[in-house]
T-cell receptor, first 110, second 117 residues
Framework: QKEVEQNSGPLSVPEGAIASLNCTYSDRGSQSFFWYRQYSGKSPELIMSIYSNGDKEDGRFTAQLNKASQYVSLLIRDSQPSDSATYLCAVNVNGNKLVFGAGTILRVKS | DAGVIQSPRHEVTEMGQEVTLRCKPISGHNSLFWYRQTMMRGLELLIYFNNNVPIDDSGMPEDRFSAKMPNASFSTLKIQPSEPRDSAVYFC???????????????FGPGTRLTVT
């Protein structure tokens, strides 16, 4: 079992819709969870971090964490074509480093 | 503030040559990470440093790879000798704090695209 799993996609949503990206992880001791956005040919850019169960909102982005289910998600409201990118879920394992999922490709169609 | 700086941005070299990648972390950040990204394997952690000390190098693929951090503002990743399978994008990232039991957000540099022919 991979440590961090994501659906590779592509996930296609129409402009203005809500995009929902999901991630599961295997290490129950993980305490820190991150979402990165990576445009083609660019480096990963941190867009959200979450440490406690529940929801965390920042602008059009909402991160959701459920440690009991070992599940973290990212919702993007009012999706724009500029949101089209690969979204990487990252989880700390062994307390001291991040493991990244393979990423979900999001395509927002205008 | 300047972000993480990496050089060179692109490197093309022949098999068997030595390659040195350079990284300057964000000022004040205590932890530095080297990653490699390929289509097949995704983003892999190679090694990370806390306060200039290597903490975990279990991701370094083999003895041909080495990394140093002589001071808080500079790190190198060296491949000697290079092989075609080393072709990838190498990212450096830094984080404001480190140490056992703590982990904070990591900020990535622009990467070095390495091609070994």
């Amino acid at each position: 079992q991979k440590e961090v799993e994501q659906n590779s996609g592509p996930l296609s949503v129409p402009e203005g819709a809500i995009a929902s990206l999901n991630c599961t992880y295997s290490d129950r001791g993980s305490q820190s969870f991150f979402w990165y956005r990576q445009y083609s040919g660019k480096s990963p850019e941190l867009i959200m971090s979450i440490y406690s169960n529940g929801d965390k909102e920042d602008g059009r982005f909402t991160a959701q964490l459920n440690k009991a289910s070992q599940y973290v998600s990212l919702l993007i409201r009012d999706s724009q074509p500029s949101d089209s990118a690969t979204y990487l879920c990252a989880v700390n394992v062994n307390g001291n480093k991040l493991v990244f999922g393979a990423g979900t490709i999001l395509r927002v169609k205008s | 503030d300047a972000g993480v700086i990496q050089s060179p941005r692109h490197e093309v070299t022949e098999m068997g040559q030595e390659v040195t990648l350079r990284c300057k972390p964000i000022s004040g950040h205590n932890s530095l990470f080297w990653y490699r990204q390929t289509m097949m394997r995704g983003l892999e952690l190679l090694i990370y440093f806390n306060n200039n000390v290597p903490i975990d190098d279990s991701g370094m693929p083999e003895d041909r790879f080495s990394a140093k951090m002589p001071n808080a503002s500079f790190s190198t990743l060296k491949i000697q000798p290079s092989e075609p399978r080393d072709s990838a994008v190498y990212f450096c990232a830094s984080s404001p704090k480190g140490g056992a039991g703590t982990l904070y957000e990591q900020y990535f540099g622009p990467g070095t695209r390495l091609t070994v022919t």
